[in-house]
């Protein structure tokens, strides 16, 4: 059974850092790429940032590129996220999902980690 | 940035009758439209990709339909665990997902 476990949400300053992380288990994470979706409260879904099954690419939506790094552990089954200069409208549940397929469809989701940017 | 459009914002249903969502897209995405339900409280699911196509072990009550910009998702008999929101997905541009703003579907 595919199980995505994030971890790592909080309460941050705007300005400040935070690392999340998400556990995988019942697959073959490294053959898969992995996705992060985030969800401001009340709101839609927004997609990210992506990486491919080898660690080699990285994909970031514009409203983080260059403050986000999405990173993954393969040995350990590790997705992460390295989130600098956080800002009020990066508020939201993030969501880490499994890929599949060569679109990169979003098969299997964790239950997210709640990150909150507020003084 | 392709703008998915959702209708309508909330649907008022009974169960045990048919809900018929609606998704366009502001260009062609071809067929390459997803559906996802997300329960209150619970992460998004997968249901429909390539605009017709059901997931893994999603039952045949759900089905999709359209291309180009005009997109369906039918359920054809509402149960109760189907009451959620719903969002379409486009993933024409790769790695330039958009999602519409999702349908509530409520019960009647």
């Known amino acids: 059974e595919v199980q995505l476990l994030e971890s790592g949400g909080d309460l941050v300053q705007p300005g400040g850092s935070l690392r999340l992380s998400c556990a995988a288990s019942?697959?073959?994470?490294?053959?898969?790429?992995m996705s992060w979706v985030r969800q401001a409260p009340g709101k839609g879904l927004e997609w990210v940032s992506a990486m491919n099954g080898g660690g080699g690419s990285t994909y970031y939506a514009d409203s983080v590129k260059g403050r986000f790094t999405i990173s993954r552990d393969n040995p350990r089954n590790m997705l992460y996220l390295q989130m600098n200069s956080l800002r009020a409208e990066d508020t939201a549940v993030y969501y880490c999902a499994k890929t599949f397929g060569s679109n990169w469809l979003l098969d299997y989701w964790g239950q997210g980690t709640l990150v909150t940017v507020s003084s | 940035e392709i703008v998915m459009t959702q209708s309508p914002a909330t649907l008022s249903v009974s169960p045990g009758e048919r809900a018929t969502l609606s998704c366009r897209a502001s260009?062609?995405?071809?067929?390459?439209l997803a559906w996802y339900q997300q329960r209150p409280g619970q992460a998004p699911r997968l249901l429909i990709y390539?605009?017709?196509t059901r997931a893994t072990d999603i039952p045949a009550r759900f089905s999709g339909s359209g291309s180009g910009t005009e997109f369906t998702l039918t359920i054809s008999s509402l149960q109760s665990e189907d009451f959620a929101i719903y969002y379409c997905q486009q993933y024409n541009n790769w790695l330039r997902w958009t999602f519409g703003q999702g349908t509530k579907v409520e019960i009647k």
């Open positions: 019942g697959f073959t994470f490294s053959s898969y790429g």
């Open positions: 260009q062609s995405v071809s067929s390459n």
């Open positions: 390539d605009a017709s």
